[in-house]
């Protein structure tokens, strides 16, 4: 079946900086993509979410940009924080919404002080 | 507090021994969800549920059942356990199915189940 990958299993960055992280989608047919952030013996928590028919989401501190033409998607955090220390899963869909979600294997943002 | 519960938290158990993992939620959501964590795989949907007595399989259903009875309730059913089924499981649950407004998704604690 379709999947979702990550370019980079593990990204070190310094406290203060901003932080990119990436994600390859297969499914052309794709049309919602969620970002989640899952800290280490915690459940995964829902960041934000975008749809095929947008480009750019902002939240708070976080950035979702989706490239269609290259079935890519990054989330940018701002000013990383200790407390941005997770791993980082996409997850994308084709229903629209949470049923047959799949998701990536995640990256680790490590934050250094 | 709003939350997503499941129990047990933890659970060893031997192969073929029914078992059951309970998920409850107290934020009247409709849509419920299961799914396990293999290192490597990252989370893959089991089963999910839009509301009290619809469920639906997900991506790997085999070897799991679920019900829907009240709608703060999804059990997770294993029938006849194997090792292949040892993982982490998580339950989710939001207000719809998020294919309307952002429908912010919330997941339990985990329950790490090991197969002998």
């Known amino acids: 079946g379709e999947s979702v990958g990550l370019h980079l299993p593990t990204l070190s960055v310094q406290e203060g900086d901003n932080s990119i992280i990436n994600c390859a989608y297969s499914n052309s047919a794709s049309d919602y993509f969620i970002w989640y952030k899952q800290e280490s013996g915690k459940g995964p928590q829902f960041i934000i979410d975008?749809?095929?028919?947008?480009d750019k989401r902002q939240g708070q501190r976080v950035t979702v940009l989706l490239n269609k033409t290259v079935k890519h998607l990054s989330l940018q955090i701002a000013a990383t924080q200790p407390g941005d220390s997770a791993v980082y899963f996409c997850?994308?869909?084709?229903?629209?919404?949470?049923?047959?979600?799949?998701f990536g294997a995640g990256t680790r943002l490590a934050v250094h002080p | 507090e709003a939350q997503v519960t499941q129990n047990p938290r933890y659970l060893i158990t031997v192969t073929g021994k029914k078992l059951t993992v309970t998920c409850s939620q107290n934020?009247?959501?409709?849509?419920m969800s299961w799914y396990r964590q293999d290192p490597g795989l990252g989370l893959r949907q089991i089963y999910y549920s839009m509301n009290v007595e619809v469920t639906d399989k997900g991506d790997v259903p085999e070897g799991y059942k679920v019900s829907r009875k009240e709608k703060r309730n999804f059990p997770l059913i294993l029938e006849s356990p194997s090792p292949n089924q040892t993982s982490l499981y998580f339950c989710?649950?939001?207000?719809?199915?998020?294919?309307?407004?952002?429908?912010?998704?919330?997941f339990g604690p985990g329950t790490r189940l090991t197969v002998l």
């Open positions: 989710a649950s939001s207000l719809g199915s998020g294919t309307g407004s952002t429908d912010t998704q919330y």
């Open positions: 997850a994308e869909s084709f229903s629209g919404g949470y049923n047959k979600l799949i």
């Open positions: 934020m009247n959501h409709e849509y």
């Open positions: 975008i749809r095929s028919n947008m």
